[in-house]
């Protein structure tokens, strides 16, 4: 009696676990759920907003392109859903993890989440302190990489990829960070451990490995 009882009162839990897990599966790879009520499709790119869509987009789909092209591990324009959030309670939503990135893309996913947008500034802020904004363009192809990495080596090696040559490569091809040489240089002295400095510090190791290695990616992977 007791044993079957506790097999009832738990038959809830288990389904209401359940829900819990389809909706952050469905939030993760789904995000338009939250009902992003600005919506466009440009070319290979569907574009969902929380604002009205600026037609500068178009520019910045095709700079961001232009970046992606320059990558040997480019084969074509990549399908994939970009959602430009405002930073408010949809990024919160959505970032759980990651509340102070400027965009994400969920392994196995063609999704970019971006954090607060500006089209016609070609821009995206964060509440960082220190390195707080990006173009917009070169978040999109940093975030693109991710995919052209993932479609290049598969989802499982990439995710084993060290974090300096995944995050240093795609910085590589959005051919910027969120610090100038100078801004690193004196955040350096203040906070040698700040985030952005790692992204920064990265993306030029990458470079000189490129350099040295006569332009091989894969040689850039195969680092430890």
């Keep these: 009696m007791t044993a079957r009882a506790?097999?009832?009162?738990?038959?809830?839990?288990?389904?209401?676990?359940?829900?819990?897990?389809?909706?952050?599966?469905?939030l993760a790879y789904a995000p338009q759920v939250l009902a992003?009520?600005?919506?466009?499709?440009?070319g290979d790119v569907t574009v969902y907003a929380e604002r009205p869509?600026?037609?500068?987009?178009?520019?910045?789909?095709?700079r961001a392109e232009m970046l992606l092209r320059s990558s040997p591990i480019y084969s074509g324009p990549v399908r994939r859903s970009l959602f430009l959030t405002n930073g408010g309670w949809r990024w919160?939503?959505?970032?759980?993890?990651?509340?102070?990135?400027?965009?994400?893309?969920?392994?196995?996913?063609?999704?970019?989440?971006?954090?607060?947008?500006?089209?016609?500034?070609?821009?995206?802020?964060?509440?960082?302190?220190?390195g707080n904004t990006r173009t917009l363009s070169g978040v999109i192809a940093h975030e693109t990489t991710h995919i052209m990495i993932a479609d290049h080596l598969g989802e499982l090696r990439a995710a084993l990829l060290p974090t300096w040559v995944a995050e240093g490569y795609a910085d590589h091809v959005a051919a910027e960070s969120s610090l100038t040489d100078a801004e690193a240089g004196r955040l350096r002295r203040t906070d040698p451990h700040a985030p952005a400095l790692a992204y920064h510090d990265a993306r030029h190791r990458v470079a000189t490995v490129l350099a040295n290695n006569g332009g091989s990616v894969d040689a850039v992977f195969a680092q430890r």
């Design 6 to 26: 506790g097999r009832r009162r738990g038959g809830p839990v288990g389904w209401t676990l359940a829900m819990l897990l389809l909706l952050a599966l469905t």
């Design 36 to 42: 992003f009520p600005f919506s466009q499709r440009i």
């Design 53 to 62: 869509i600026d037609t500068r987009i178009v520019d910045e789909l095709a």
């Design 92 to 130: 919160r939503v959505l970032a759980l993890q990651s509340p102070h990135a400027f965009a994400f893309r969920r392994p196995f996913g063609s999704a970019i989440v971006v954090n607060r947008s500006d089209i016609a500034a070609d821009r995206v802020t964060t509440d960082r302190d220190i």
